[in-house]
């Protein structure tokens, strides 16, 4: 489900709910008053057909009849998350912080958790690793290090191998700034191991790359080349 101003500018996106609820639905403010287009669009051709669309004008104050608290709030945190990544597109790295930080607080509550336990994690691990990604570009590798490590570990708890070997990667990252490039290599490598048994060809490709610069760092410039 996607939200188009009249320039055909993106607003605002969803997929799905959460994983346990597949319907697409956007809690927002619109920006300004004029037209707006909204789009439904599938992944696969069996999507194609009818859809129902409902547009219902709520005052904040009172709660949504279409959805449950969870669900407003479980979408709430995907908007936080998202304007999070368009601060951090523009370098304002303080301002994605304290949006990743209100969108963490969100995941972690006990409504949310209770109703969707497969995205509270999911989504706690997604945005520790955020966090993570934010104090690395504001010099902070002390708290880089504790979230990637953190993001690391609820991934590898529920079972999600692409959030660990980014995770993974992130933690390469970290101390191959710090200078500590033995360490930056095995992280890169258990990444890149990752990887390649899931077959994702173009992170494996960026794991590779990385550590391709370690190495050079290192001074061992024939396995930077390779």
Known sequence: LILENEQGDRIAGNNDISSENTNAALIMMLPATGRYRVIANAFQAEGQGLYHLTVHATPASLPNPLLSVAEVTLLETQQLFQSGLEYHQRSEFQSALRLWEKALAHVRTEEIRDAFPQSSRLGEAALLGKLGVAYFFLDDYAQAIDFHQRSLDIFQQIGYPLGEAR??????????????????????????????????????????GNMGLAYHSLGNYQHAID
């Open 167 to 208: 995770s993974l990667g992130n933690l390469g990252a970290v101390y191959r700034t710090l200078g500590n490039y033995e360490r930056a290599i095995d992280f890169h490598q258990q990444s890149l191991n990752i990887f390649r048994k899931i077959g994702n060809r173009l992170d494996e490709a960026a794991a590779l």
